[in-house]
């Protein structure tokens, strides 16, 4: 017998956002957390998003169990028609028992509130409802989540908010702020993240990894100056694979 496969939820105009969201992340709690220790389907986090937007709509044919990471990718793909919802990746790096862990969520920010979607082993590390006013205390309630299973946060890597255009050739901006919390005090970490929240919120913040310049041609050539700026000493530590 074929098991059943969950509908993919459709946006109605009577839901509220939250609601919309709880749709998503219920349909991908239906999916289940894929405990097999095989991943189902490739991620490279560097294509285009018109690529991982194409494996998004694979997940939602073969209904598989997932992980956090295509749990994002799955997210991205179901809110995109929803301009007033504006998403993007949080990561987090935990040690545990000698051992160092990965994790990933997909960020909300809506009407002036934050939330997440994603899929974890924990209840508590993956979706958080609408309802933070900061984005700090979005990034410490994920902290104090993750005391509970006495995991400390060395690392918290916020991106950028991910185009709601399907097709584009951009890929997605995973750390554009990287911050090593178990070396600062939760003033300062509150005063970055708020910082950047605030220019992610005026949109001028620019991709920090120049991947292609195709992407930017239709917008001619004033970007490029800008671009340079965006550190380059961020690149050497793409080895830590979150």
């Not at 509220?16 to 097999?36: D, G, V």
């Not at 005090?185 to 919120?201: G, I, N, Q, S």
């Amino acid at each position: 017998v074929q098991p059943s496969v969950p509908p993919v939820p459709n946006y109605k105009l009577c839901m509220s956002i939250p609601e919309w969201l709880q749709a998503i992340q219920t349909y991908m709690k239906m999916l289940q957390y894929n405990h097999t220790g095989t991943q189902f389907f490739e991620i490279r986090k560097t294509r285009p998003l018109s690529g991982l937007m194409e494996t998004a709509r694979e997940m939602t044919r073969e209904s598989l169990p997932i992980k956090c990471l295509e749990a994002v990718i799955l997210g991205i793909y179901l809110t995109n028609g929803q301009p007033s919802v504006e998403r993007f990746p949080i990561s987090f790096k935990t040690h545990f028992s000698g051992n160092y862990f990965h994790h990933v969520v997909l960020g909300i920010y809506c009407n002036g509130r934050y939330g997440s979607l994603g899929m974890s082993r924990r209840s508590d590390l993956m979706d958080k409802p609408l309802t933070y006013r900061t984005l700090s205390d979005l990034i410490f309630e994920f902290e104090d989540s993750y005391k509970k299973y006495l995991h400390s946060v060395k690392k918290v890597k916020i991106g950028l908010y991910v185009p709601h255009e399907p097709h584009s050739f951009q890929p997605i901006e995973w750390k554009q702020l990287v911050l090593n919390v178990s070396k600062m005090m939760r003033t300062d970490v509150r005063k970055e993240l708020e910082k950047f929240a605030r220019d992610m919120r005026m949109k001028i913040l620019k991709p920090s990894s120049a991947h292609s310049p195709v992407k930017e041609r239709s917008r001619g050539k004033s970007l490029s100056p800008r671009r340079r700026q965006a550190s380059p000493q961020r690149r050497p530590c793409r080895r830590d694979k979150s």
